[in-house]
């Protein structure tokens, strides 16, 4: 008996066209049919797909290729005046006059829910893309499946995911393209449409995930949302991952890589209640690494407290990543998932900045076992007296001790020649003060190490002292 319930009402017309039309045998022209259950749906050309709500979450059915119309449209550096040419799975001369060359690489742009392929982003993305390489870009649009109710978008990202499959495999079949040449780069919904298609692929070559859409995805089985086995290389880039309020985007890791700007929630320069505005930033961050000469350098790390606490760094080989369009310089060995990489953006464009680690050791404090308070310090970078001001966190100091800080920059600072110190004690307290026997400078994207000392090693509250670079 065929559950009604739950079930889109046009899919009951065609179950109950279908099931009036069908004798037996005479299934030849069969554009969908129902299995006896009403658990599983067909599409032809794609194959069946289950109505399993334990495994994807509401118990809805994918819409038909039909009724979401997903448009391929491809754009090279040929293109002339925006003007895409359509490509089709089932149509040899959709592609054979087209611009696509399968000797190229080809990117796969995928929108999320609610969106189109018009999307702004979607035409920056595309333009970044066709400045960088001489790339088949290929837009998705699936906006008929995507603008509806989210939870039926949820459920049609395996009909388009699908889809990019069997177009992947008649670009293989007929014109001799290459698996492993296919990128397909997904946001939100998006995301775990790569995640399909790369299930039906046995070699794909890469998928990104911007900030995989989490909702009906987070903690389910890895047939249901993209995972490492989808394709060779799985990175992703988490932007609003659920923590406090309701997150559009996922935390839980879930690629070869996946890359956690700012924590991977409420990004910077977006209110913790700005749930839009951190999961965009996932394709602003990729589109603003595909020619930036700033590489968005991240460190491996088991968590965004240990790397604000400098723990991940300095980083060497796999262990320093690059998020977004350079995340495939970094791989980590093989048979490695879900490595986490962490680091902090700036608040508007260009986001990317440069990190750098210092560390201190404490000496011996001549007041009391423990300090509490803030140090300030001046980093002097030339002659010109350009500096940088880094001001710690409240934080408790004691004796004989190593303290490591992520300081980041808009700029690339460079060679730091000389920094002041100052300590400000959170009561202030007669004769409160620290000292600091060495100081140490690493930066995050090249082998400088800067290594400071003072004469002055003991810092009292009100002053401030001056450390000079000894070598490095
Ligand atoms: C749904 O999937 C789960 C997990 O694979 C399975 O145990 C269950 O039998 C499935 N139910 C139906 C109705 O297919
Ligand atoms: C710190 O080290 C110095 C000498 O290196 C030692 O004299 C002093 O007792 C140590 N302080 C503490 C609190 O361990
Ligand atoms: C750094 O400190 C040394 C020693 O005081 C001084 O000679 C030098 O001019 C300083 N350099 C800069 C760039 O401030
Ligand atoms: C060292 O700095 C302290 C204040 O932090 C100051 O009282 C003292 O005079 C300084 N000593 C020297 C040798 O500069």
Not at 13 to 20: D, R, S, V
Not at 27 to 51: H, M, P, S, W
Not at 379 to 396: A, G, V, W
Request: net charge neutral.
């Amino acid at each position: 008996m065929v559950n009604v319930i739950n079930m889109d009402p046009n899919l009951i017309t065609i179950l109950l066209a279908t099931a009036c039309l069908f004798s037996g045998d005479a299934v030849r022209n069969e554009r969908q049919t129902a299995d006896d259950t009403g658990n599983t749906i067909c599409y032809e050309g794609l194959g069946c797909f289950e109505k399993n709500g334990s495994l994807f979450g509401k118990p809805l059915f994918p819409l038909s290729p039909e009724k979401i119309g997903t448009q391929f449209r491809l754009f090279t550096q040929r293109t002339k005046d925006e003007k895409f040419q359509i490509l089709s799975a089932v149509d040899v001369d959709s592609i054979q006059n087209s611009y696509f060359n399968p000797e190229k690489l080809t990117k796969i742009v995928v929108h999320g829910f609610n969106q189109d392929a018009s999307a702004d982003w979607i035409e920056t993305m595309k333009n970044e893309l066709l400045k960088a390489g001489d790339f088949n870009v290929l837009v998705v649009d699936w906006k008929k499946g995507s603008r509806i109710v989210y939870d039926q978008a949820a459920a049609n990202t395996r009909v388009v995911g699908a889809e990019i499959a069997r177009l992947i495999t008649f670009l293989i079949e007929k014109f001799g393209a290459n698996a492993d040449d296919f990128h397909v780069i997904g946001h939100s919904l998006g995301a775990h449409i790569g995640g399909y298609a790369g299930e039906r692929l046995p070699n794909l070559g890469r998928i990104t995930g911007l900030d995989p859409a989490g909702p009906q995805f987070e903690n389910k089985d890895t047939i249901v949302r993209l995972d490492p086995t989808d394709a060779k290389f799985v990175d992703t880039i988490h932007t609003d991952g659920k923590r406090l309020v309701l997150a559009l985007g996922m935390l839980q890791p879930i690629g070869h890589v996946d890359y956690y700007p700012n924590g991977g929630f409420s990004q910077a320069g977006c209110s913790i209640f700005q749930v839009v505005c951190s999961h965009r930033r996932a394709h602003v961050y990729f589109t603003e690494s595909i020619n930036s000469a700033c590489k968005f350098q991240a460190f491996r790390c088991e968590s965004y407290k240990d790397f604000k606490e400098g723990k991940c760094m300095p980083c060497v080989h796999w262990e320093c990543g690059y998020m977004g369009f350079h995340a495939d310089r970094a791989k980590p060995p093989t048979g490695t998932t879900n490595v986490k990489y962490f680091l902090d953006t700036g608040k508007s464009e260009p986001f990317c900045i440069h990190h750098y680690q210092i560390k201190v050791l404490t000496g011996h404090l001549l007041n009391s076992a423990t300090e509490n308070g803030k140090i300030k310090m001046n980093l002097i970078l030339s002659n010109e007296q350009l500096e940088e001001t880094y001001l710690t966190n409240r934080m408790d100091i004691e004796s004989n001790k190593t303290y490591a800080f992520v300081v980041s920059s808009k700029n690339d600072i460079g060679i730091v020649y000389n920094v002041t110190v100052s300590w400000q004690p959170s009561t202030p307290t007669p004769g409160s003060s620290i000292t600091i026997k060495k100081l140490k400078i690493v930066s995050g994207n090249s082998p400088r190490t800067g290594r400071f000392i003072s004469q002055n090693a003991t810092i009292e509250a009100g002053y401030t002292s001056l450390f000079t670079r000894i070598c490095g």
